[in-house]
């Protein structure tokens, strides 16, 4: 059993991902901002741990990864157009998310990122969608060049929709739509195959089984 710790422990993918990991032997521990989701994500099999992604610092993250034996990136600015919270949330989020694994002493950290965010962006791409671009961008650059054991997912146009387990993954698949919860399946496959180390995948709706796509992501 190893123990998980997930950074944006309450949004849509986090909250898949931790009866993944349930389901295959391990404990989330589920990172937020407040005591109000204790409940909700303890009914889930989460453990709960205080984090202000925004307002801590790398060592209260360190604090926060204490005892885990991996990292997960899951946090995001959300949709509400705020620029200013793609630099908070995504970018320095992150940033300090690998500050605080290496003081912890934690080497395995997986990402969620997005699909396509090196491409150039149009002279007409809007402000917020920019910054939400270049803060993906520049955090899984960030992460490449730590000494971590790093794993980069990027999924396409997130969906609602029921897992379906199978999905398309590596590093050329084209931009498409994919379920969150078959997110939160592959991300609890590739921290369950350390052959992923070093990885960076696109990831959307697709016609290969998760185990099969992990599988020859790290082959």
């Known amino acids: 059993m190893s123990r998980i710790a997930i950074v944006g422990g309450h949004g849509k993918v986090a909250m898949l991902l931790h009866s993944s990991l349930v389901a295959r032997g391990h404990t989330p521990v589920a990172l937020v901002r407040t005591e109000d989701y204790r409940a909700e994500l303890e009914a ?52 300090k998310s690998i500050e605080g694994a290496r003081l912890a002493g934690v080497a395995r950290f997986v990402q969620v ?14 402000d917020v969608w920019r910054a939400y671009v270049e803060a993906k961008r520049d955090a899984d650059a960030a992460l490449r060049d730590s000494d971590l054991a790093w794993t980069i997912v990027r999924p396409g146009a997130l969906t609602d929709d029921p897992a379906t387990g199978q999905v398309a993954l590596g590093l050329e698949v084209e931009r498409g739509e994919v379920a969150r919860a078959d997110v939160a399946d592959v991300v609890a496959a590739i921290l369950d195959d350390d052959r992923t180390v070093g990885q960076q995948c696109n990831l959307v709706n697709g016609s290969v089984p998760v185990a099969d796509a992990v599988r020859a992501l790290s082959s």
């Open 44 to 95: 889930l099999g989460a453990e709960v741990g205080l984090l202000d992604i925004e307002q801590d610092e790398p060592a209260a993250f360190a604090r926060a990864f204490a005892g885990s034996d991996a990292v997960v990136f899951a946090a995001g600015g959300g949709a509400d157009g705020n620029i200013e919270r793609k630099r908070t949330v995504d970018l320095e989020g992150s940033l």
């Open 113 to 126: 990122s997005a699909i396509g965010v090196d491409a150039p962006l149009p002279a007409d791409t809007s």
